[in-house]
Nanobody, 120 residues
């Protein structure tokens, strides 16, 4: 099956930066859209940024001009560069990949999440 694993989370002071990585592996035929979502305590999971296989991007208004999403198709990897971090960015960040195997339709796969904590 397809496995999605995030890395790069941690503790950072307000105004600092972090770079998250997400690698998909397994019986992959192709990967279409990839994206980052986050969930803060007591809140619903929300979209942060998405990127298509052709590298078209979309950002939530709250992170636009501070975060940058990118991907390396050869490595089945997506990145999220986070600059000018604010305490309200504190959340568990989840990676999502829309992928298919040789014998399946497109399916959403989710990573286990990585904690990002921004101190004031």
């Amino acid at each position: 099956q397809v496995q999605v694993v995030e890395s790069g989370g941690g503790l950072v002071q307000a105004g600092g930066s972090l770079r998250l990585s997400c690698a998909a592996s397994g019986n992959i035929f192709s990967i279409n859209d990839m994206g980052w979502y986050r969930q803060a305590p007591g809140k619903q999971r929300e979209l942060v940024a998405t990127i298509t296989s052709g590298s078209s991007t979309n950002y939530a208004d709250s992170v636009k001009d501070r975060f940058t999403i990118s991907r390396d198709n050869a490595k089945n990897t997506v990145y999220l560069q986070m600059n000018s971090l604010k305490p309200e960015d504190t959340a568990v960040y989840y990676c999502n990949a829309v992928a298919r195997t040789s014998f399946s339709f497109r399916i959403n796969y989710w990573g286990q999440g990585t904690q990002v904590t921004v101190s004031s």
